[in-house]
């Protein structure tokens, strides 16, 4: 552990001092710091660090990357401080105190619609596959393609392509119109009170047996009269709120509060039958009679605000001020309402203009951090962030670009922001519309109404084009030989010696092949995946993301070796290293430090043997899940040692501990 000694005292300084930190814990790859002012951190020079890989800021906490020994550096760095450290549920709640109420109030509304996108973007998918298939007239009255004179559709034509239009709404609707059960659902699961009542209250929002909240304005006076529910003193009309976000939101907040309120006042012995009784039926009169309207009154006129500033006369003037922010919204987390502004737009107009122009802006960051891949080619260090932070943000995930490499030197980030922002008033000012929620990145594309998709591509490349040129000029003035990776080509104009070169040594025979196999059953895919900046970055080493199978709970050892980290707290990651000296880090899932150890076993302990196939950790997805987490698990080579050549398998389903994701030569 004294190896840390230096570098711990050198950071400690770096952060501020002792003064300057609020809390500090760790997790499995970094060190979280609470800091009072976190302008006062030098990041340049803590990334210097030898023991540093990294730093970024989430959640009100400072996150400096170390690797499989952040517990070692750790105990050196609270020894050195005298600064004793806190549980993760302590720094979490002291970072709280670093943001404003309405960075709080968006975390909150991010981390209930983190577990929804993965539906809205297939829903979106969905959309967009109907849009070709049923709404776009490819062909004429004889069936011939004439996409100019067209009047059939790939449906109209096709008995078969006609049902799977018809079916794919199964899910469309399930998605959208039946949306607020799911927000219900998240609401209860991330306040930390009983999933199935929230669930319970949004059907109750959605339930056939009351007037579909799409049919209300065409509804009869029959229709109407049919679903009215009358008290004698009081009657009211029984409308549902299919797709309703706000309602829905505020409806479930409401069910929070009174369960939270019941149970405490409710004594312990009596408290399973009262609580959910007491919560529940209120509840949904309450949401009914007095939230429900407010909050659909309240959506439509964000809606209707939204769609104005999108459709006006000032629209271009509204695109080019939500492109050049979108970046920066992005990195305060203010971004997650704009998923409730999405969609509201969709199920109030069938489409929305806001999504295209988030894609976009994503785009054009990543199209910034290509530039920088140009500019610091010789730069390998650099290189190990830039790739994969493209890469993931062409797909639609910016925190690694943004983090990592734009905010780092600032210009990438404002030329991203100007390409963003002309690229935006191209898309609002030609009025792209979106039928959903999609990927946001290139391959958003296929959420983008069909008619539109010429236009969208103009948009892309302005995207791409603009940002790199610009980049690539000003970090040709701005970026130093060393950022560059330049300096690596002085000691080539060294003058050569008399004396003749040395023959080069003849290389060792290879010891033999090497394989390292699954740790855990299911679909194998590249690490710069992994919904997570620190590994899809590779500052912690290249691997691969396991996205869990049905079923799979244990995680087993890929190879013989011995267990060099373990996370008694939390049971969630462990560190192995085999004979050659190569380091090994799984950790299953995203933020799981953050649960306990509640849903996660361990079966061995540090410093123990293991064979190849022995059970190391089982873990529960549904726990996992239901605390807002991904199950993803990472699978990363942290240190080579003497192994050569390694190359990582992806794009397959795999089986623990029998095939092959890793292999090298020994």
Known sequence: MAKYTEDAAKLLDLVGGKENISAVTHCMTRMRFVLVDEGKADVKAIEDLPAAKGTFTQAGQFQVIIGNDVADFY?????????????????????????NPLQRAMGVLGEIFAPLIPALICGGLILGFRNIIGEVNFFNDAGVFD???GTLSIADISTFWMGMYNFLWVIGEAVFHMLPVGICWSVTRKMGTTPILGIVLGLTLVSPQLLNGFSVATATPEEIAAHTYDFGFYSFVGTGYQGQV???LMAAFVLVWLEKFFTKVTPEV??????????????????????????WAIGDAIANV????????????????FGLLYAPLVMTGLHHMTNAIDTQL???LGYTTLWPMIALSNIAQGSAVLAMIVLQKKNDRAQQVNIPACVSCYLGVTEPALFGVNLKYKFPLLCGMIGSAVAAM????LSVKALSIGVGGIPGILSIMFNYWGVFAVCLLIAIVIPFVLTYTVGMRQLSPEDRGLVALEPATAPASDAPAAAPAASAAPAGPGALVCPVSGTVKPIDEMPDPVFSSKCMGDGVMIEPAEGACEVVSPADATVTVTMPASNHAMGLTLDNGMELLIHVGIDTVDMGGDGFTCYVSQGERVRVGQKLLSFTPEKIRAAGHPTATAFVVSATGSAQGVTFASGMDAEAGATEVVTYTA
């Open 75 to 99: 105990q050196e760095f609270t020894k050195i401080s005298g600064i004793e450290g806190v549980s993760k549920e302590a720094a979490k709640a002291a970072a709280g105190a670093n943001q």
């Open 147 to 149: 996409l100019e004179h």
């Open 246 to 248: 706000i309602a829905a």
């Open 270 to 295: 009596v408290r399973m039958i009262v609580v959910p009784f007491m919560s529940l039926v209120p509840a949904v009169f309450i949401a009914h009679l007095v939230v429900g309207p407010i909050g």
């Open 306 to 321: 939204v769609n104005w500033g999108l459709s006006s006369h000032i629209r271009v003037l509204f695109a080019a001020l």
């Open 346 to 348: 969709v199920n109030n």
């Open 426 to 429: 191209v898309c609002t000012g």
